[in-house]
């Protein structure tokens, strides 16, 4: 049994404020470019890039601006291949075996089975993805387990199947879960949201989830100075930054993980000017802001922007540590 949990969020995106274009150039930094070379050569020029450089920062008062929990609930399902079945026993006893699963193209999970008597039951799938070490989120999706019998569905969800893990099934294996309602939670020990069958299915996975650690990992090795100026410009500080490490990123914007001179840990979610669709605009907007953020520092350029405020504490940074050894 799944224990009753009432949980509220609102979603709604703030407003972007456009703010004028500046005039000095920042000194070249490490960021790299994908493949097509595009930011290769931004970056050759000293980081002179023809754009609207200072329309960077958003205007996030009350709200996060980040992608909606059936989104990301749609993305983690997409990112992973394994996660917890949960069912209930003959007796009434709650079981629940590691499996492997794919997705078809509204993300209903296709798993491979043996053994299932029923040919539908209530079940759970659990399914949670570490992004970079420093975080957890997941979802639990509720519903049905089902044995298709429809010889066009069977061969679709065969080659959903094949397309994830590069092998054949035996049809007769093949299952799917009829989702319900899905909870998505963003870390352990945190409150969830609780996502409709409606809502899971029309939703779209994030477009960066493929490039998303790839980026966050050079970001971090790279361009930690960055990060950390952007904690002391885009955020709404009353203490000094030690460290930061950017957490992940979206279409939206990326959340940052920073430590405190007291050791305390702290999450925050820095927006984009405007929603990216791959990787280099991602790094495009990355770049742009770390130029304004330099700027607002050296006093080229005055903060006409509004500071993101909310902040989460995650913990202390020796009780984190400590407990990872």
Avoid at 113 to 129: I, K, M, Y
Avoid at 156 to 179: G, N, P
Avoid at 257 to 275: A, C, G, H, N
Wanted: charged share 25%; hydrophobic share 35%.
């Amino acid at each position: 049994m799944i224990p009753s949990i009432s949980l509220t969020s609102n979603h709604l995106p703030p407003s972007i404020l456009i703010l004028p274009t500046p005039h000095f150039i920042k000194p070249c930094i490490s960021l790299a470019a994908p493949a097509n070379g595009v930011l290769s050569s931004l970056k050759s020029k000293r980081f002179g890039i023809q754009c609207s450089v200072a329309s960077v920062v958003p205007d996030l008062e009350l709200n996060l601006r980040r992608p909606f929990p059936a989104e990301i609930s749609r993305t983690i399902v997409q990112l992973s291949s394994v996660g917890t079945l949960s069912t209930l026993t003959h007796d009434g006893s709650p079981l629940g075996v590691g499996v492997r699963f794919a997705v078809d193209f509204n993300g209903t999970p296709v798993l491979c089975l043996n053994g299932f008597p029923d040919s539908q039951s209530r079940c759970s799938l659990h399914v949670q993805l570490e992004q970079c070490g420093l975080r957890t989120p997941q979802c639990t999706i509720l519903g049905n387990l089902i044995k298709p019998t429809d010889t066009t569905a069977l061969r679709k969800l065969c080659s959903a199947w094949k397309k994830r893990f590069d092998e054949e099934v035996d049809e007769s294996y093949i299952y799917t879960i009829d989702v319900e309602r899905v909870l998505q939670i963003e870390d352990y020990a945190e409150d969830g949201i609780w996502v409709s069958s409606s809502e899971y299915a029309s939703a779209e996975p994030d477009p960066l989830r493929d490039s998303a650690e790839k980026i966050v990992d050079e970001i971090n090795t790279n361009n930690r100075e960055d990060v950390c100026r952007f904690c002391n410009i885009y955020v709404d500080l009353d203490f000094q930054v030690l460290d930061a490490k950017m957490a992940w990123v979206d279409r939206l914007g990326f959340d940052v993980r920073l430590t405190s001179v007291q050791k305390d840990l702290y999450e925050v979610r820095i927006p984009f000017p405007r929603e990216v669709a791959d990787e280099k605009g991602a790094k495009s907007s990355f770049n742009g802001m770390s130029q304004l953020a330099w700027e607002v520092e050296k006093n080229f350029h005055a903060p006409e922007f509004k500071k993101v405020k909310h902040l989460k504490k995650v913990g202390n940074a020796v009780q984190t540590s400590t407990s990872d050894v």
